[in-house]
């Protein structure tokens, strides 16, 4: 693994063929799960008019992270090839099935939960494959790699949903979510055209599976700055979930009485935010973490503290402000175990980041509505200003252990006792 400051002599991964040809596979393989993201919660809400069935399918998503720590763990043993097909080909039976069953006009409703939940169990191991794969892929260049996915990602964020506005009219929620089924083979041709992880021996580790994890954790011990880093981004994650995006709509529609009009060029200003926080990190040269994080922190707290403004003005500009710090910070996050951990505990450690993140991301959209109802909508934009800004604290502290050169395990020997 090339540290952080080695990598600012790298040139762009997008020189590399076999990269651009993996990254057009991961767009419309993203754009295909932007539509399926928007379209089938719409289709729930539009048969059942029922915000509860809806909610709670749109949990599906974020609750296959508590999943990461065993795929991490399986990616490690046997490499990313076991997980990147198979999930793919579980995501499109699944997905396929629930098309079949659970379109119909007097369909029930459980077949979208069950074949949803199927659809993210294979989307999460197939990504858990394909990104941790990166790092073996494109090893001259992993975090530039890493980074430059992770900026794709955000943009085809944007493009789903303008593509369900777009074709809505025309084939229907049936022919988005079918559309959503093709294009789960794309990374299958990629696959097929040679661009794919290399084939490695199984890991020779005794004790299983748990003592994989356990291994993962004493690279995390032995890697100071990823702690460091997870206990500034745990904030980060609670304030900015899918809850305060929800709360943010509220007060727009609530507070100020905005048109649906009005309010989607608003979400277009926030995409746009996103994709910008996204590119300026994940498009450098240069990973400086630290500062990253630092300006983050600063920027995301002070918008989150302005949002509690009475001024329309100030509120708009301050929430399109916080979602493009978000997503700045969102890119660290991803990045953070590329640059400080070595490729072959990549999974594991990347598995027992992704389910500590993932708790925050989790709880947030059930914590957002009942202290806004506690405390009212300005004043829970206070506290997540503050809760935010006290990860500056913590930075504070440990500040000089963020440097690049803080050691961290470099090898396979290193990382697990013999």
């Known amino acids: 693994m090339s540290s952080p400051a080695a990598e600012q002599s790298k ?18 393989n993203n754009i295909g799960e932007a539509v399926y993201t928007v379209g089938l919660p719409l289709f729930v809400y539009a048969r059942t008019g029922s915000l509860t069935v809806m909610s709670l399918l749109a949990v599906l998503t974020p609750a296959t992270l508590l999943l990461a720590p065993v795929l991490g763990a399986i990616v490690d043993r046997h ?27 007097h369909a029930p409703v459980w077949p979208l939960f069950v074949f949803g939940a199927l659809v993210q169990i294979g989307g999460a191991a197939y ?50 979510l ?4 093709v294009t789960f083979f794309a990374p299958i041709v990629v696959w097929l055209m040679g661009v794919h992880p290399p084939r490695q021996q199984p890991a020779d580790r005794a004790g299983g599976m748990v003592r994989g994890l356990a291994d993962g954790l004493r690279v995390m011990r032995a890697t100071p700055v990823l702690l460091h880093a997870v206990l500034v981004f745990v904030p980060m994650l609670l304030v900015g979930t899918t809850g305060t995006m929800t709360l943010s709509l509220f007060r727009l529609q609530h507070d100020w009485d905005l048109s649906p009009r009005t309010v989607g060029l608003v979400l277009v200003a926030v995409r746009i935010a996103g994709v910008l926080g996204t590119v300026l990190v994940s498009e450098r040269k240069t990973f400086p973490f630290r500062a990253i994080v630092l300006v983050g922190t600063l920027g995301m707290g002070g918008a989150l503290l302005l949002m509690a403004s009475r001024s329309e003005p100030v509120f708009v500009t301050a929430m399109v402000v916080m979602f493009g710090f978000q997503a700045a910070l969102g890119v660290a996050s991803d990045l953070m175990v590329f640059t400080f951990v070595p490729a072959d505990a990549l999974g594991r450690v990347g598995g027992i980041v992704d389910l500590v993140l993932g708790l925050p991301v989790l709880a947030g959209p059930l914590a957002v509505p009942a202290l806004a109802d506690t405390l009212g909508a300005p004043a829970t934009f206070l506290a997540f200003g503050g809760l935010q800004l006290a990860g500056l604290l913590w930075l504070w502290r440990t500040w000089r252990q963020w440097a690049p050169s803080a050691p961290h395990i470099s090898s396979r020997e290193e990382a697990v006792p013999a």
């Open 79 to 105: 490499g990313a090839r076991v997980l990147v097909v198979p999930g793919l080909l579980v995501q499109a039976a699944a997905a396929i099935a629930l098309n079949l069953t659970g379109l119909a006009a």
């Open 127 to 176: 990504r858990m494959g394909w990104m941790t794969g990166v790092a073996h892929m494109f090893p001259d260049n992993p975090v530039r790699s890493r980074a430059s996915l992770g900026s794709l990602y955000t943009v085809t964020n944007v493009v789903g949903p303008l593509l369900v506005s777009a074709a809505l009219l025309w084939v229907g929620y049936a022919g988005l």
């Open 178 to 181: 079918w559309f959503n089924v």
């Open 11 to 28: 040139p762009s991964p997008w020189r590399d063929r076999r990269f651009r040809i993996f990254a057009a596979g991961n767009v419309v």
